[in-house]
């Protein structure tokens, strides 16, 4: 079973709306970091957030996380037509020796 | 710093032979690990190699298999190829292993398409 569960499972903006995206997780976790995908390409690490913090920006990202609750959000602000990709939330959890553990994804589409 | 590097790019092979895809991770790093992912099932682990010894193995059959070099430099190689192993196999490394307690990035290569025909 997956450990990271997104939601919306598809989200379809406007260019400069804001998108949100959710992240469910079932057990503790030590990180939970966040990727984009282009199409069938490799994943683009896009920020990664700890255990004992609750929010961080890169850009026009910002990550939440709340461990009591067991859940993240990316939130993407203006967006752009080249944010149009899949979204991936992925859990470290201790002692998984170098295996994330993914969601199914985001499909984001950001028309013009 | 060069990225994540994954050979070949593309892969055509047919039933019963078999493949071998190449990584070189970030410098420095020293655990790559390797995910299988397909439409249907999404993202899966197959294994995660640190210091040259596989340290964990997802659910996959034997016929899926790797070794890490000296370089840190992996390999993975599937044998008697199958149709369900078209896929998009990723390549990841970070400096230390993933739930090792010390919370770091996990880089992705651009990734190998394996057609089994």
């Known amino acids: 079973s997956q450990q990271g569960e997104e939601d919306p499972q598809a989200l379809s903006i406007q260019e400069g709306e804001n998108a949100t995206m959710n992240c469910s997780y079932k057990?503790?976790?030590?990180?939970l970091q966040w990727y984009r995908q282009n199409s069938g390409r490799g994943l683009v690490h896009l920020i990664l957030?700890?255990?004992?913090?609750r929010e961080k920006h890169s850009g026009r990202l910002r990550v939440t996380l709340d461990t009591s609750k067991k859940s993240s959000s990316l939130l993407i602000t203006a967006s752009r037509a080249a944010d149009t990709a899949s979204y991936f939330c992925?859990?470290?959890?201790?002692?998984?020796?170098?295996?994330?553990?993914f969601g199914a994804g985001t499909q984001v589409v950001v028309t013009p | 710093k060069a990225g994540v590097t994954q050979t070949p790019r593309y892969l055509i092979k047919t039933r019963g032979q078999q493949v071998t895809l190449s990584c070189s991770p970030i410098?420095?790093?020293?655990?790559v690990s390797w995910y299988q992912q397909t439409p249907g099932q999404g993202l899966q682990f197959l294994f995660e190699?640190?210091?040259?010894?596989?340290?964990n193995k997802g659910n996959f059959p034997g016929r899926f298999s790797g070794r890490q070099f000296s370089n840190s430099r992996s390999e993975m190689n599937v044998s008697t190829l199958e149709l369900g192993d078209s896929a998009l196999y990723l390549c990841?490394?970070?400096?230390?292993?993933?739930?090792?307690?010390?919370?770091?990035?996990?880089?992705f290569g651009p990734g190998t398409r394996l057609t089994v025909l």
């Open positions: 990841a490394s970070s400096l230390v292993p993933s739930g090792s307690g010390q919370g770091n990035e996990q880089f």
């Open positions: 057990t503790s976790i030590n990180n």
């Open positions: 957030i700890r255990s004992n913090e």
């Open positions: 992925a859990t470290d959890v201790t002692d998984s020796w170098g295996k994330l553990q």
């Open positions: 410098s420095g790093h020293r655990s």
């Open positions: 190699y640190f210091s040259e010894t596989q340290r």
